[in-house]
């Protein structure tokens, strides 16, 4: 048996199929299975795009590789080079009759979980073991979906226009006023980690950036303990200038229906394994207003006040009778942060929006205050102090254009992708209340 990377892939187990019967090719991975049947030993050997069937038949093989495939532990790491055979009992149709076996890495016995799933584990078990975890195909194909869903947007967004920026996750003040930010000892003095993007993002409006976007962390002190909240997420961030609140909900829903589109298109296999038949909205999203969404979930039994922000049990009610993905508009001005644009005509209204999937709300959004004297009446009326927005401020004294943008989140607009119901499932690491590692 070879101890050494000499060898080179030539295939992932995508690649492999029956029309390459009697090729010669180089596959690697994690032996996922072993079934020793006494004259013939299957091993399944996992990639990161799926599994192919080595098959060791003792009279048709090598001794010595016969002997060393059943010495073999689970998980461990291994190079086969082959022959292709056709084999409709297979998966894919086809299995591979080793003619060189090379074990590039020994796994560790017991296992902390089972890859193969046939004993399950509960999910602190599971993230406690976050490398073993994600090996499972149901789990590597949230990511996978994931990582084509974020690819999508950004094509889609530098497309429409928009230029990627980075803004600092180190601030010294609240970015949207409140308390649930992160202290941190920035040498000698106290900075926090930053909970959003907006106020850079604005910024960038003055500087005549036009059309902004970001997808990067935020971090939010919030001492949730549910199923869709976290500490650290990603967030998915426009803002852009000569637009109002109806512009950037129409971007937002355009840019949805194409994330959809493309992971249907790209990541069916993935979609199979769990089980997932996704639907294409039509456009326009439905919208309805904050006053007949407070009527709409009264009369589900459930009690919301006038003024009031959705709870819990609103947003089962609103999911008991909505499907699909849908906006809740005209939100009162008194419960959204001082930088969203009220209504002149109906200052107790505001230009804002939330985009909601059945009971789950997954992006936030509005047209913004663009002048300072209301701007700066907005912070006063809230009760935060002018001062620790002074740099803020000064961008809206030479200039700024009326503007409007929207936040989404990486992780929830994920979870209606894939139909997992805890956030934890979407994130490589999770970072919550009780988490700090791995």
């Not at 796994?107 to 599971?126: C, F, G, H």
């Not at 530098?158 to 601030?171: A, G, H, M, R, S």
């Not at 609140?245 to 990541?267: P, Y």
């Amino acid at each position: 048996m070879i101890n050494s990377l000499d060898w080179r892939r030539t295939h992932y187990s995508r690649d492999v199929n029956p029309e390459m019967d009697g090729e010669e090719i180089t596959v690697m991975g994690w032996t996922h299975e072993i079934r020793d049947l006494g004259g013939i030993i299957f091993v399944l050997l996992r990639d990161r795009d799926g599994t192919i069937q080595i098959t060791a038949p003792s009279k048709k093989i090598e001794k010595e590789i016969f002997e060393d495939l059943r010495k073999i532990k689970k998980e461990s790491v291994i190079a086969v080079k082959g022959t292709i055979q056709e084999s409709p009992k297979a998966p894919g149709g086809v299995e591979l009759i080793p003619t060189s076996l090379n074990l590039l890495n020994e796994s560790k016995q017991p296992l902390p979980l089972d890859p193969t799933e046939k004993v399950r584990a509960e999910i602190d078990t599971r993230l406690d073991s976050r490398f073993l975890d994600i090996r499972k195909p149901a789990v590597s194909a949230i990511f996978k979906i994931k990582s084509r869903m974020l690819h999508s947007i950004r094509v889609f967004l530098e497309q429409n226009e928009f230029l990627e920026i980075n803004t600092p996750k180190l601030v010294a003040s609240a970015t949207e006023g409140g308390t649930e930010l992160f202290p941190i000892t920035y040498f000698e003095r106290e900075a926090f980690l930053g909970q959003s993007p907006q106020l850079y993002k604005q910024i960038m409006m003055s500087a005549g950036f036009d059309r902004v976007y970001e997808i990067a962390p935020i971090f939010r002190a919030e001492e949730h303990d549910t199923l869709r909240h976290l500490n650290e997420v990603i967030s998915i961030d426009i803002e852009a200038s000569f637009m109002n609140h109806e512009d950037v909900m129409e971007i937002l829903e355009k840019l949805v229906v194409q994330s959809i589109t493309d992971v249907k298109t790209h990541c069916q296999d993935d979609l199979d394994v769990l089980g997932r038949e996704l639907e294409i909205p039509s456009l326009p999203f439905e919208r309805v207003s904050y006053d007949d969404m407070v009527d709409m979930v009264n009369s589900q039994g459930v009690a919301l006040e006038y003024g009031e922000d959705m709870s819990r049990a609103s947003e089962k009610a609103m999911g008991e009778i909505m499907e699909g993905y849908y906006f809740i508009t005209d939100w009162p001005t008194a419960i959204k942060p001082f930088y969203v644009m009220p209504d002149e005509k109906n200052p107790e209204k505001s230009f804002a929006f939330d985009l909601m999937y059945k009971d789950l709300e997954i992006s936030s959004g509005a047209m913004r205050v663009h002048t300072p004297d209301l701007l700066l009446e907005r912070i006063k009326n809230q009760g935060l102090n002018p001062a620790s927005f002074e740099k803020y401020l000064a961008a809206f004294e030479y200039g700024m254009p009326p503007h409007a943008g929207w936040g989404l989140g990486a992780e929830r607009f994920n979870m209606t992708l894939t139909g997992v119901n805890n956030i934890r499932e979407t994130v490589l690491f999770p970072r919550d209340r009780r988490r700090l590692t791995p």
